[in-house]
């Protein structure tokens, strides 16, 4: 059944947060709104969280279940969360309570004015390491820099999406779901919303640790810009002129008499360090490219569901490849899942 109101949490190994996270939830959702579904967007937990949730679920039917096949990562159940969700508009939120739940009533507000997409901007963040928040700031700089579509900076995937554009983010058919990248390429109005994050309500984050980081910041900088194969060609005309220019240089100093190498020895050892350098680093770039076309080439589910709780089977769905159809499961739905 529609409802006003989807919020979508992936979530992995949150048997400690998620106590707390449902009691601020249902705070921050009373002043707003009682139609509403939180949707439970799971990889295989390795704690008891999967069972918190269902235990949720049979107390309250608005706490709603997808349990992936395989652990799919944070993108994939975030799009698999969004769906499923049939709200008049969307939030997503991660469980650990860095994003205030209670920003979502102010959120609400500003899309019944028009908005059609409602992101917090942190203003600060606590509870992290001046490594990370370092990393995170170069990281932004790098894919404004080189992006066809800005991304704001210090904002994560918590934001409010109306229906629109929730649909029009499903249709694409990109297997790395970069929301903050996605949600700028569909485009329609958005307001930045300043906040201060909070620190972890408890234990330590699961998804995003560095390596998670490094990877999603990688998949954004690739799937919207094709800034480094540009890169390469300036790198390697650079490297051409370096070496052009060291041959009068090199010419000069054997005419003084201060030429103190073996003969070639230095040419030889410059062009083969820079040379190669640049062979390497072009390698490397096109390697990352060709292994995202391999990647969408072989057309994969983005997720596979293998259990849904309280989720309607006849809500508009996709198939295997990410086409649109009419019913159906919403991505490749397990034929053995169970639903109910």
Same mark, same amino acid.
């Given at each position: 059944?529609?409802?006003?109101?989807?919020?979508?949490? =992936?979530?992995?190994?949150?048997?400690?947060?998620?106590?707390?996270?449902?009691?601020?939830?249902?705070? *921050? +959702?009373?002043?707003?709104?009682?139609?509403?579904?939180?949707?439970?967007?799971?990889?295989?937990?390795?704690?008891?969280?999967?069972?918190?949730?269902?235990?949720?679920?049979?107390?309250?039917?608005?706490?709603?279940?997808?349990?992936?096949?395989?652990?799919?990562?944070?993108?994939?159940?975030?799009?698999?969360?969004?769906?499923?969700?049939?709200?008049?508009?969307?939030?997503?939120?991660? %469980? @650990?309570?860095?994003? =205030?739940?209670?920003?979502?009533?102010?959120?609400?507000?500003?899309?019944?004015?028009?908005?059609?997409?409602?992101?917090?901007?942190?203003?600060?963040?606590?509870?992290?390491?001046?490594?990370?928040?370092?990393? /995170?700031? /170069?990281?932004?700089?790098?894919?404004?820099?080189?992006?066809?579509?800005?991304?704001?900076?210090?904002?994560? @995937?918590?934001?409010?999406? @109306?229906?629109?554009?929730?649909?029009?983010?499903?249709?694409?058919?990109? $297997?790395?779901?970069?929301?903050?990248?996605?949600?700028? &390429?569909?485009?329609?109005?958005?307001?930045?919303?300043?906040?201060?994050?909070?620190?972890? *309500?408890?234990?330590?984050?699961?998804?995003?640790?560095?390596?998670?980081?490094?990877?999603?910041?990688?998949?954004?900088?690739?799937?919207?810009?094709?800034? #480094?194969?540009?890169?390469?060609? !300036?790198?390697?005309?650079?490297?051409?002129?370096?070496? #052009? #220019? *060291?041959?009068? +240089? !090199?010419?000069?100093?054997?005419?003084?008499?201060?030429?103190?190498?073996?003969?070639?020895?230095?040419?030889? %050892?410059?062009?083969?360090?820079?040379?190669?350098?640049?062979?390497?680093?072009?390698?490397?770039? +096109?390697?990352?490219?060709?292994?995202?076309?391999?990647?969408?080439?072989?057309?994969?589910?983005?997720?596979?569901?293998?259990?849904?709780?309280?989720? $309607?089977? $006849?809500?508009?769905?996709? @198939?295997?490849?990410?086409?649109?159809?009419?019913?159906?499961?919403?991505?490749? &739905? *397990?034929?053995?899942?169970?639903? $109910?």
């Amino acid at each position: 059944m529609p409802c006003l109101l989807s919020v979508v949490v =992936p979530v992995y190994n949150e048997q400690q947060a998620l106590p707390r996270f449902l009691e601020r939830m249902r705070a *921050a +959702l009373a002043p707003v709104t009682q139609d509403y579904e939180i949707i439970f967007a799971a990889d295989p937990c390795t704690d008891g969280t999967v069972d918190l949730i269902r235990q949720e679920h049979a107390s309250d039917p608005r706490i709603k279940l997808l349990l992936f096949s395989r652990r799919f990562g944070q993108p994939a159940a975030t799009l698999g969360g969004l769906a499923h969700a049939s709200g008049e508009a969307v939030v997503v939120i991660d %469980c @650990d309570l860095q994003d =205030p739940p209670q920003l979502i009533e102010e959120m609400v507000r500003l899309w019944r004015e028009g908005y059609k997409v409602v992101v917090p901007q942190r203003r600060s963040r606590r509870g992290e390491t001046i490594f990370k928040r370092m990393i /995170a700031y /170069a990281g932004y700089w790098v894919i404004n820099r080189m992006s066809t579509v800005p991304i704001p900076r210090n904002t994560g @995937d918590f934001r409010l999406m @109306d229906r629109r554009v929730v649909e029009e983010i499903v249709k694409l058919k990109e $297997s790395h779901g970069f929301l903050r990248g996605l949600t700028s &390429v569909v485009g329609f109005t958005t307001i930045l919303l300043p906040f201060d994050r909070e620190a972890r *309500a408890a234990g330590e984050g699961k998804y995003n640790r560095l390596t998670g980081s490094l990877r999603i910041g990688i998949n954004g900088i690739i799937a919207f810009s094709d800034a #480094l194969l540009s890169l390469m060609v !300036v790198v390697g005309v650079a490297m051409a002129t370096l070496a #052009l #220019l *060291a041959v009068p +240089l !090199v010419a000069y100093l054997k005419a003084k008499g201060l030429y103190m190498f073996a003969q070639g020895l230095a040419t030889t %050892c410059i062009l083969m360090l820079f040379l190669g350098g640049v062979q390497l680093m072009s390698m490397g770039v +096109l390697g990352a490219y060709i292994g995202r076309i391999y990647d969408e080439a072989k057309r994969r589910p983005k997720f596979i569901v293998e259990e849904s709780l309280g989720l $309607s089977q $006849s809500m508009p769905r996709l @198939d295997r490849t990410g086409t649109e159809r009419p019913r159906g499961p919403q991505a490749a &739905v *397990a034929e053995d899942g169970r639903d $109910s």
